[in-house]
């Protein structure tokens, strides 16, 4: 028997070896950042802008096309809260559907799709249309909210990507800054004189111009490359390894070469598709299904209980409330407020506040002002319907937005000091928001506050519950551990989505009747979310072994982490 002894390889050889074979992460760092970088950074930041621009865009259409609908306060409820409820439909769902189509053509896709009904509503006159329609772009804008950051991770490397994630997070508060502005420039203008088949009413205009992020990011997308990791993880490594060379040459020229030749495989799903047991999709359900038993488990169960809890306080402030600021703001403006100085009010309005006043006699009595006038279940319809807007309420949006804007960057840096300074910056956050609250319903809904404390009032409310939804995620990230940090995030956002449907809902049905009862019960929850907040207690950083089992990272990579959004 003869034995064939192979030559030893010289240390450079093995070197060159080992350069030509890596993980996904170091051959994505190995692809550097530039030209692709910027570009991949600027998509997923204007298509993370258009979700800002959907969750904030009615809080000035609704107060501008109150006459020409003939909305009242209740159906305005509804179209806030049918915008909410498409979201709480979508919590669970973008996530494994652009697992298993691809990221990007479900992003592309959805903001195309939503950009347009966005557009087609500046041509509704019916309510009902309008309502049916926002129920859609709640439910489709849920996919950009769940897989821009998702999609921004696979194809940035690690050592910028958290700076990355943070200016993509920053552009969905930027919207409730530009937003205002736009509105301050387009809805009081006029065009008197015109016939047209539609008529021409500037909120319309509002809408349809919203409509250009989602249609420029979803075109944007569409030239960039699918997500390489989710190449790599179903068994297409060859794919992969081309995207990640294709990113190498737009960073770095089209002469540089990228020396990495193949991809170690990291996912399980790999195994999965290679054995037939059982599909990618299968084995995500089924992952997620054993997760949700140990997050309902014992060891859980009330730790999980409480944060569920402070997600549902503080997005119904968030993302119930903060809807209804520019409309507030619009009505300490209004006849009402003003005539509130001087005349007594009846005895039934003295028991909720002076959005009771018997309007047809103050009308009678003050007929020279020419601020708009309200009536108890119609916004404006009386003999003439007034849609003026005051210009205040849009320069005192834009100082809301500055203030999420600073409050963002601010909850950015909170977050990279660990867990216990999150705390306690959440807890800020929620007392903060319940103040403000509390602040809106005992003085701003009694018009009994001068202007700039109703937009101080308003500011801290929309500033403490955004930027706190921010931290109450790395709250959970820091009190669950890793393998339940996905699901968590995931069924946070559906009980906070939940909140903003109830607090929707509760503003539009007492908002005429009792202004302060829906930010009294908001403040109240918020106040018990303090509470709950300091007592949820944190895990506790453990070492890992270095030795693990297959099953073990089963374990690890079937839950939802990455693929969820760090923003709501």
């Known amino acids: ?147 821009v950051f998702t999609y921004l991770s696979d194809l940035v490397g690690a050592k910028r990507r958290q700076f990355y994630l943070d200016v993509t997070g920053m552009s969905f508060v930027a919207a409730w800054l530009i937003l205002p502005a736009i509105a301050w420039l387009v809805i009081p203008f006029k065009l008197p004189g015109y016939t047209t088949l539609l008529p021409i009413y500037s909120w319309r205009l509002y809408l349809a111009l919203g409509s250009i992020p989602g249609f420029l990011s979803g075109i944007w997308l569409m030239f960039l490359p699918e997500s390489p990791r989710l190449m790599s993880d179903t068994n297409r490594s060859d794919r992969a390894l081309k995207i990640i060379a294709y990113i190498n040459k737009c960073n770095n020229g089209s002469k540089s070469e990228f020396k990495i030749k193949k991809l170690i495989q990291e996912n399980i799903f790999m195994s999965k598709t290679i054995n037939g047991d059982q599909s990618r999709t299968k084995a995500l359900f089924i992952g997620v299904l054993k997760d949700l038993r140990m997050l309902v488990s014992k060891s859980y169960a009330v730790k999980s209980s409480l944060l569920l809890f402070v997600f549902f306080a503080n997005m119904a402030a968030g993302f119930g409330l903060n809807f209804w600021i520019p409309e507030l703001l619009l009505r300490t403006q209004g006849k009402p407020c003003t005539a509130n100085i001087s005349l007594p009010l009846p005895e039934n309005a003295m028991l909720f506040n002076a959005s009771n006043v018997a309007w047809k006699d103050i009308a009678k009595t003050y007929n020279n002002f020419s601020t708009p006038k309200y009536n108890a279940s119609v916004y404006m319809h009386e003999e003439i319907c007034n849609e003026t807007i005051n210009d205040s309420v849009f320069t005192s949006g834009l100082i809301v937005g500055a203030c999420c804007v600073l409050g963002n960057a601010a909850c950015a840096l909170v977050s990279a000091r660990g867990g216990a300074g999150v705390r306690r910056a959440a807890a800020l956050c929620a007392g903060a928001c319940a103040l403000a609250s509390g602040c809106l319903a005992a003085a701003v809904c009694a018009c009994a506050a001068p202007a700039p404390l109703a937009v101080a009032a308003a500011a801290a409310l929309n500033a403490a519950s955004l930027n706190g939804n921010v931290l109450l995620i790395r709250l959970l990230l820091h009190a669950l551990p890793p393998k339940l940090g996905g699901l968590g995030v995931c069924w946070g956002a559906w009980w906070g989505r939940a909140g903003g449907v109830a607090s929707n809902l509760a503003v539009g049905v007492l908002l005429d009747y009792s202004c302060p009862a829906p930010f009294v019960s908001v403040a109240a929850l918020l106040a018990l979310s303090i509470g709950a907040i300091m007592m949820i207690k944190l895990e506790e950083a453990k070492v890992i072994d270095e030795v693990k089992t297959d099953s073990d990272i089963v374990e690890k990579n079937v839950g939802l982490d990455r693929y969820i959004s760090t923003h709501m």
């Open 1 to 147: 028997m003869v034995c064939k002894i192979a030559p030893t390889e010289t240390p450079s050889r093995t070197g060159e070896r080992e350069q030509e074979i890596a993980d996904y992460e170091t051959a994505l760092d190995a692809a550097g950042y530039g030209r692709f970088s910027r570009s991949v950074l600027c998509a997923c930041a204007l298509a993370f802008f258009t979700t800002g621009v959907e969750n904030c865009v009615m809080s000035y259409v609704l107060p501008a096309a109150r006459c020409e609908l003939q909305l009242t306060t209740y159906q305005a409820g509804l179209i806030n809260m049918a915008f909410m409820s498409g979201g709480v439909a979508s919590a669970f769902f973008w996530g494994i559907v652009g697992d298993v189509f691809g990221r990007k053509n479900i992003l592309s896709l959805t903001l195309l799709v939503d950009s347009t009904i966005l557009l087609a509503q500046s041509t509704v006159s019916d309510y009902r249309l309008l309502l049916a329609a926002r129920t859609l772009n709640g439910f489709l804008i849920g996919a950009p909210s769940t897989l």
